[in-house]
C-alpha cells in the first residue's frame, strides 16, 4: 500500500511539474516545448483526480488562450478542455484484468497485395506493443465511461430526417477511432487527413454494402461533421473544410468501393447477402440463405458466386459474362487458349489474400490501440470480445502472435461484413470465395518464380505441344494420375485418416477431402468440380496438385531436393524446352557435376535404346515410343551403352568405371521422373524423358495467372497535364486483356501466325535444339517453307543490337544448314551472314569463291571461332587454379615464360595455335586482326582478347591488351540484358547447370 501511495504521489508530482513548466515556456517564446508539456500533463491527468491537479489544469488555460491562432495550439487547449470536462474524481478502474505483455521479437510484416491500394496506416509491428505505440505515436482518447455511440449518431440522424446505414455507421465510427481520430463525446472527431484515410484505404478493405449503396459511408460522414459542429467542437469554417474533404474523396471512394480489384472475402458475402435482401447482423438469416445457395444446381450457384470482372464492375454495364462464367468473349478471343482458364478461382484466391493482409493491419491496429499505456480503450476490448482478447494477450512467440492478430483483424472485419458467430468455413457454398481459394495463389506464385529467375528475360516462352481445346484437357487430367488419387479417396472416404496419411493429406491440400470437427474426412468442394468437368475449376486444382506433388516428392530421402523447388524448376525449364526429349543420363551427368558442354543437347539429340546405335542428326531427334509403364521404382533403367554415353555427354572416352560411378545419380533422377509420370506429369522410355501436354497446359496456366492473367489494369487518371497518365506499376498496357497476356505464352498456332522478325527476336534467348525445333515447325506452317523461307532469312540478315550479336549469329549458323540451296546462295555476299552461308553451301557440296564472301563476314566467322575456343580454355583454367591451390603449389603462370611451363592446359594452347594461324593470313597481321575484333563485336570478343594478353609472343600479347582495353570500356557503357549475349557471362552455378547447361 505504501508502494502504491508512493507511485500516486510520484505521478501527482510530474503532472504538476509538467502544468508549471507548460505555464513558463510560452513567456520566453518556446511554444513547440510548451505545447509537448501540456500533451505530458493531460496524459498524467487523466488518471488523476486531485485537487491540485485540477487548479493547475485550470491556471494552465490563460497562458494558452493567446496562442489559439496556431492549429497546434488550439488542439491542445481542446484536449485539455476535454480533459477538464470529463475527469474524474478518482484514479480510473481498468475495464478489463491488467496482463503482462510478452515480446513478439521479430518484425511482422505485411504480405504484399495484388491490389494497389495503401496498407492500412500501421504497416508492421517491432518489438513490445508499447514500443511500437511510443514509436509511431499512435494515441486513441475516448470516453472512458461508455463505448462508441454509434446509436446515438443513428437517433440523431433520425430526427433530422436523414437515413444512415446501420452497418455503415459502425464502420466508419470505429475506423475512425482506430485511425487515430479524437473521442469525445464517445464519437470520433473527423479531420480532413482522417476522411482521406477512412475512405480510401480502409473502408475498401471492410465495409460490405449492396450494388447502388457504394456511397453509405459518405452520408455517415456528412452527419458526423455535422453532429461535432452541432456539438460545439467545430467552428464554421472547420466544419466547411471537413465537408469539402469529404466531396472530394467521393468520386475516388465510389469508384474503389466498386471494383472488384478490392473486394475481399468478407466484403463479397456481405456484399451478396445484402443485395438479396438479408439483414446481415442476423445469423439465422445468414445461414439459411447460405444453404438456399448451396442447394441450387452447380451451374446456376456457379455462375451466381462468380466474382464481376472489372470492365462490368468500373463502368456500371451488365454485360453478359461468358459461357463459363469467366470473362465476355472478348477475353478469349485467342481461341480455346486465348486467356487463363482458372481466372475464377485465382481471383477469389486474390480476395482471401486481400482478406488476410486486411485483418492482419486491422489485428496490429487493434492491439495498439488495446494496449496504448497511456491511453485506454475499452471499446476495443468490446470490439474483440473475450475471447478474442484472451487470444491476444496470451499470444506467446512471433508465429502465435501473427496468428492472434490475423484472427483477431478477421473477426472485428466480418462485423462490418455480416453476423458470422457459430457459422464455419463449410456453410458458405463452393464455388464461392473462401480460404481454401489463397493455395491457388501460393501455387501459381512458386512457379512465376522459378520462371522469372531462370527464363524472365525471354520475350516470350517457346511454344510447348498442349492437348486440342478445353475438353481435351478434362479428358487428359480424369485419365491420368494428377488428382485420381485424391478423387478415389473423396469419393469412400476413410473412416481413420490414419490407413492412408499422405493420400488423405493430398486430398484435403486440394478440397477433394475436409475434416469434419473429429477429424473424420468427408467429400470436399473438389469432388463436385471434378464431377461437373469444370474446365476452370480443374484447372486451379491442377496448378495446386502439380505444385503439391512436386513439394512431396521433394521431401522423398531417396529421390528428394539438393535445393528448394529443385524438382518444380525443372518442370518449368521443361515447359520452356517446347517439347525437347531429354536424356536421363545426360541430366544425371549435369547433376552429378561432370563437366558437360553446354551443346551437347543440339549436336547429340536423345535417341530410343532400340535405335542408339544408328546415326543421328544434329538438332533432330527420333520418334518417340510408348513410354514405359513405371513401376514405382527405377529398377527397370539402364544407363546407354559407353559408346552412346560419349556421345550424349561429349566427354571423350567413358569406360565402365565412369558408368558405374553415374549409375547411383542416373538411378536416382530415374525414380524421380517414375513418380511424376504416375502422375501423368512426365512421360519416360527407357534413357528419354519429356513433359507430357497435360503438364504443359497447367504450367502454362500458372504462368498465365502471374503474369497478368487475373485483372486488368486500373481505369487511367488524369495526367498532370490533363491527359490520360495510363502508366500503373507494372501492369499491362491500356488495351490489356487476358488473351494479350496469353502472348508472352503462346501456342504453336499463335508462335505459326507471327512475323519473321519478332520470332528471331525471341528464338535469341532460346536453347539451340529449343530453337531449331521452333523455326522449322515456323517455317512448315502458314503458307509453306517455300513462302516462308525468305521472309526468314531476310529476318536472320536484319541488323541485331550490340548486346545479341553473337546470339543473332549462332541462332544464323543453326539456321541457314536447313534452308534451301538457292536461297542461301543470294546471303553469300552479305556482311554479317555471308560466311555462314558459304560454309552451308561447301557442306552441301556447292563451291564457293573465298573472294566472295566479305571481310566483315569472315571476320565474325573466325571471331565465333575463336570465341568456342576461349570457352573451354577459360573452364580448364578456372579447374587448373582450382587443383593448384588446393595442392598448395605454385600457381602457373601464363606469362612471357609460360610457352615453358609443360602444364598449360591444351584448350589455351588451342586457342593460341588457332589466332597465330588466323594472324598469319589476315591483312594486316596480329595488330589489325585484334583492332577489328574488338570494333566487330566487343561483348564477344572481350573472352578471347583477355586470354591472349598473356600470349608468350608479345607481338600478339600487346595489341590483344590494347584491344581488350577498347573491348572494356565499350561494355562499360550501356549493359548487356538479361539474357543476352554469351559473352562476359560468369561460370553457371549448380542450379543453373541442373537446368540444362542453358548458355
Not at 296 to 303: I, M, S, T
Not at 305 to 326: F, I, K, R, S
Not at 443 to 463: I, T
Not at 512 to 541: H, I, N, Q
Amino acid at each position: 500500500m505504501v508502494a502504491a501511495l508512493r507511485h500516486l504521489d510520484e505521478r501527482r508530482s510530474r503532472c504538476l511539474t509538467h502544468a508549471r513548466r507548460a505555464a513558463l515556456l510560452p513567456r520566453h517564446a518556446h511554444i513547440d516545448e510548451a505545447l509537448v508539456e501540456v500533451h505530458a500533463f493531460v496524459s498524467l491527468y487523466r488518471r488523476l483526480g486531485s485537487a491540485p491537479t485540477d487548479t493547475a489544469g485550470r491556471e494552465l488555460r490563460p497562458p494558452l488562450r493567446p496562442l489559439r491562432r496556431s492549429p497546434s495550439a488550439q488542439a491542445a487547449l481542446d484536449e485539455l478542455d476535454g480533459c477538464l470536462v470529463e475527469h474524474c474524481p478518482a484514479p480510473r478502474e481498468r475495464a478489463y484484468p491488467a496482463q503482462r505483455v510478452r515480446e513478439p521479437a521479430p518484425p511482422v510484416p505485411l504480405p504484399g497485395r495484388e491490389t494497389g491500394l495503401q496498407p492500412f496506416p500501421v504497416r508492421s509491428v517491432t518489438g513490445s506493443l508499447r514500443t511500437v505505440v511510443a514509436q509511431y505515436g499512435v494515441r486513441v482518447t475516448h470516453d472512458p465511461q461508455s463505448p462508441l455511440a454509434v446509436g446515438s449518431l443513428l437517433s440523431w440522424a433520425a430526427e433530422r430526417g436523414e437515413a444512415v446505414d446501420p452497418l455503415a455507421a459502425d464502420a466508419v465510427v470505429h475506423l475512425l477511432a482506430l485511425s487515430g481520430a479524437r473521442v469525445r463525446g464517445s464519437l470520433p472527431e473527423a479531420a480532413p487527413d482522417l476522411v482521406r484515410t477512412v475512405l480510401l484505404e480502409a473502408l475498401p478493405q471492410f465495409l460490405s454494402v449492396a450494388p447502388g449503396d457504394e456511397g453509405a459511408a459518405l452520408g455517415v460522414l456528412r452527419v458526423l461533421a455535422d453532429r461535432t459542429r452541432a456539438d460545439g467542437r467545430l467552428n464554421a469554417k472547420r466544419h466547411a473544410r471537413l465537408r469539402d474533404a469529404i466531396d472530394g474523396c467521393a468520386e475516388e471512394h465510389l469508384r474503389v468501393m466498386r471494383d472488384p480489384r478490392e473486394l475481399t472475402l468478407s466484403r463479397y458475402w456481405g456484399g451478396l447477402l445484402r443485395a438479396r435482401g438479408v439483414d446481415v447482423r442476423d445469423v439465422a438469416a445468414v445461414r439459411d440463405v447460405l444453404e438456399e445457395l448451396a442447394r441450387l444446381p452447380y451451374a446456376e450457384r456457379a455462375g451466381l458466386l462468380t466474382l464481376p470482372y472489372a470492365g462490368q464492375a468500373v463502368t456500371g454495364t451488365d454485360e453478359a459474362a461468358g459461357a463459363d462464367g469467366d470473362d465476355p468473349d472478348e477475353y478469349r478471343a485467342g481461341g480455346a487458349y486465348g486467356a487463363a482458364w482458372a481466372l475464377r478461382p485465382y481471383r477469389r484466391g486474390l480476395a482471401m489474400e486481400r482478406q488476410a493482409a486486411a485483418g492482419m493491419v486491422l489485428g496490429q491496429r487493434l492491439a495498439l490501440c488495446l494496449m496504448n499505456e497511456e491511453d485506454e480503450a475499452p471499446w476495443v476490448a468490446g470490439l474483440l470480445g473475450e475471447q478474442g482478447l484472451a487470444r491476444l494477450m496470451d499470444a506467446d512467440g512471433p508465429e502465435e502472435w501473427v496468428e492472434a492478430v490475423t484472427k483477431a483483424g478477421l473477426s472485428v472485419a466480418r462485423r462490418w461484413s455480416y453476423a458470422s458467430e457459430g457459422l464455419s468455413v463449410e456453410v458458405f457454398p463452393a464455388p464461392g470465395p473462401g480460404p481454401r481459394d489463397m493455395a491457388l495463389v501460393t501455387a501459381v506464385g512458386r512457379v512465376a518464380e522459378q520462371y522469372d529467375v531462370l527464363w524472365g528475360g525471354e520475350p516470350f516462352a517457346p511454344p510447348h505441344p498442349l492437348p486440342a481445346d478445353r475438353d481435351g484437357f478434362v479428358s487428359g487430367l480424369r485419365a491420368n494420375g494428377l488428382l485420381a488419387p485424391a478423387v478415389r479417396l473423396a469419393t469412400a472416404p476413410p473412416a481413420d485418416p490414419e490407413i492412408d496419411p499422405d493420400g488423405v493429406s493430398f486430398a484435403v491440400a486440394t478440397g477433394f477431402l475436409v475434416l469434419d470437427e473429429d477429424g473424420t474426412p468427408c467429400p470436399g468442394p473438389s469432388l463436385e468440380a471434378w464431377r461437373e468437368r469444370d474446365a476452370g475449376e480443374l484447372a486451379g486444382l491442377a496448378v495446386r496438385a502439380l505444385v503439391e506433388w512436386c513439394d512431396r516428392l521433394g521431401a522423398d530421402p531417396d529421390i528428394g531436393e539438393e535445393f528448394d523447388d529443385e524438382i518444380l524448376g525443372d518442370l518449368v525449364t521443361l515447359y520452356t524446352a517446347a517439347g525437347e526429349t531429354r536424356s536421363v543420363a545426360r541430366d544425371a551427368a549435369v547433376s552429378a557435376e561432370w563437366a558437360v558442354p553446354p551443346r551437347t543437347s543440339f549436336a547429340a539429340p536423345v535417341r530410343e535404346r532400340d535405335d542408339a546405335a544408328g546415326p543421328g542428326e544434329p538438332g533432330q531427334e527420333a520418334e518417340r515410343a510408348e513410354p514405359e509403364e513405371p513401376d514405382g521404382s527405377a529398377s527397370s533403367y539402364r544407363l546407354p551403352s559407353p559408346p552412346e554415353l560419349e556421345r550424349l555427354l561429349g566427354l571423350g572416352t567413358l569406360d565402365e568405371n565412369d558408368v558405374a560411378e553415374l549409375e547411383p545419380e542416373a538411378h536416382r533422377l530415374a525414380a524421380r521422373l517414375d513418380a511424376l509420370a504416375g502422375a501423368g506429369v512426365v512421360w519416360r522410355s527407357g534413357d528419354a524423358y519429356g513433359l507430357t501436354p497435360l503438364a504443359a497446359v497447367v504450367l502454362r496456366e500458372a504462368l498465365l495467372l502471374a503474369h497478368g492473367g487475373g485483372w486488368p489494369p486500373r481505369a487511367a487518371k488524369p495526367g498532370p497535364d490533363g491527359g490520360r497518365d495510363d502508366a500503373r506499376d507494372g501492369e499491362p498496357g491500356p488495351q490489356w486483356t487476358p488473351s494479350t497476356v496469353s502472348e508472352r505464352f503462346p501456342t504453336l498456332e499463335a508462335v505459326s501466325a507471327l512475323d519473321a522478325g519478332r520470332l528471331v527476336t525471341a528464338a535469341w534467348h532460346w536453347e539451340a535444339a529449343t530453337a531449331r525445333r521452333v523455326l522449322r515447325a515456323w517455317v512448315a506452317a502458314g503458307d509453306g517453307p517455300d513462302a516462308r523461307w525468305p521472309r526468314l532469312l531476310a529476318a536472320l540478315a536484319a541488323p541485331a543490337p550490340p548486346t545479341h550479336l553473337a546470339d543473332h549469329r549462332a541462332l544464323a549458323a543453326r539456321t541457314l544448314p536447313d534452308a534451301p540451296v538457292g536461297l542461301v546462295a543470294g546471303y553469300v555476299g552479305d556482311p554479317v551472314l555471308g560466311a555462314w552461308a558459304a560454309e552451308a553451301l561447301r557442306a552441301a557440296g556447292q563451291p564457293v569463291e573465298a573472294d566472295a564472301v566479305p571481310r566483315s563476314s569472315r571476320l565474325l566467322w573466325q571471331l565465333d571461332r575463336l570465341h568456342a575456343l576461349a570457352v573451354p580454355a577459360w573452364r580448364a583454367s578456372f579447374t587448373r587454379y582450382a587443383e593448384t591451390a588446393d595442392a598448395d603449389g605454385p600457381e602457373p603462370t601464363d606469362g612471357p615464360d609460360s610457352s615453358k611451363d609443360p602444364g598449360r592446359a591444351p584448350e589455351l594452347e588451342a586457342l593460341y595455335d588457332a589466332f597465330q594461324k588466323t594472324a598469319a593470313d589476315w591483312p594486316g597481321g596480329a595488330d589489325a586482326l585484334t583492332a577489328e575484333l574488338a570494333h566487330a563485336d566487343p561483348f564477344t570478343a572481350s573472352h578471347s582478347l583477355e586470354l591472349l594478353t598473356d600470349h608468350p609472343d608479345q607481338e600478339i600479347a600487346r595489341p590483344a591488351a590494347l584491344a581488350h582495353r577498347e573491348c572494356e570500356r565499350t561494355r562499360s557503357g550501356p549493359a548487356p540484358e538479361a539474357g543476352g549475349g554469351s559473352a562476359g557471362r560468369r561460370k553457371a552455378g549448380k542450379k543453373a547447370r541442373k537446368r540444362g547447361g542453358r548458355r
